[in-house]
């Protein structure tokens, strides 16, 4: 059976729209040198919308990475091209002025939200961004008769045409003109949209170019790899002793779950549980003794999850204080 590909109608703009929603929209869309975490980004681009998703204004830059482009066979940006192009620094207030007081809206928004977080940090600035919605989260909840969840899926979806896709302007028009159709279907569903809160970083691990030892420190640096890769620990040699109770200490092998953006780089949030004798859960259940995350309304199955379960939920800056009193799992040697 073939696909139906035939557009769907555009929907009409609500008479009323929901009072709680964003009363402005920055969608992004950021080429990259690669996947990881010391990855640079290369272009920019921003569609200003307005509350209502009509856009406004449009920006786009190339960015020196200071150093490889990547894959140029993907954005098509050469070092030749990039060569005098302004570093990130120097565009980081311009970018700034365009994301200010809105919310970032993204394809996959986590990545172009920590790239953004990542070279703001190195920049030694902050990037003026409180919340995010990510598009493929809002097709879901919009239940949107998607094959797949790909930017050039969702477009033709609503008949957008896409004229160059993996350059940062042309994805950026794309997504801001095939998001607000979807963002119309959610105010007359009076849907909550799922927005995420957007942390900072103000620490992270930095490994040094051509491999060596990851040193740590406060607005450095990144380490290599993939984004985010599952990381195989050893086991946890503590039983688990249960749910943590609000108020008292965590005890070693406790299971310990995270969610959302930290401050703290997630790789070293997570190092400094296990080093402590916590058990870190890629997942919430009903042996997981606590949930951290900055943002407990928020949408996420984790969190909802621990809702249901009635598992503890604590901030990161709680977190990191239970970590520095973490009890001896019963019968373990101390000293």
């Not at 172009?112 to 070279?119: K, L, P």
């Not at 995270?258 to 997570?270: A, Q």
């Not at 407990?296 to 990161?316: I, M, N, Y």
Request: with cysteine.
């Amino acid at each position: 059976m073939l696909e139906d590909r035939t557009p769907a109608a555009p929907p009409t703009a609500p008479s009323s729209w929901p009072a709680g929603y964003p009363a402005g929209y920055a969608v992004v869309d950021v080429e990259t040198t690669g996947l990881a975490r010391d990855d640079r980004i290369v272009s920019a681009a921003v569609y200003q919308l307005d509350a209502r998703g009509e856009v406004q204004d449009h920006w786009y830059t190339l960015v020196n990475p200071q150093r490889d482009p990547g894959p140029v066979w993907i954005h098509g940006l050469t070092s030749e091209v990039l060569a005098g192009a302004p570093l990130f620094r120097e565009i980081a207030e311009e970018l700034s002025e365009r994301l200010a007081d809105r919310v970032l809206v993204a394809h996959n928004a986590a990545f172009d939200w920590s790239m953004i977080a990542r070279e703001y940090a190195r920049a030694r600035a902050t990037a003026p961004v409180r919340q995010r919605l990510c598009t493929i989260a809002l097709s879901k909840e919009l239940r949107l008769p998607l094959a797949n969840h790909k930017l050039e899926t969702l477009a033709a979806h609503y008949g957008v045409v896409q004229r160059r896709a993996h350059h940062a302007l042309d994805d950026a028009r794309v997504l801001a003109e095939a998001f607000q159709p979807s963002l119309r279907l959610a105010a007359q569903a009076e849907l909550r949209l799922p927005l995420l809160a957007c942390q900072p970083l103000t620490e992270w691990t930095d490994s040094p170019a051509g491999g060596g030892s990851p040193a740590i420190g406060r607005q450095r640096g990144y380490p290599s790899g993939s984004w985010r890769p599952s990381r195989k620990r050893p086991p946890c040699p503590y039983p688990n002793p249960g749910r943590y109770v609000p108020g008292e200490q965590l005890v070693q092998g406790m299971r310990v779950a995270f969610s959302g953006d930290t401050s703290v780089d997630r790789e070293l949030l997570e190092d400094r549980a296990v080093e402590a004798g916590l058990h870190v859960a890629t997942s919430v259940s009903r042996l997981t003794s606590l949930l951290v995350t900055n943002d407990p309304e928020s949408p996420t199955s984790k969190v909802a999850k621990a809702r249901s379960f009635g598992t503890p939920v604590v901030d990161e800056a709680a977190f990191m204080q239970l970590l520095q009193h973490v009890r001896p799992a019963p019968g373990a040697a101390s000293g």
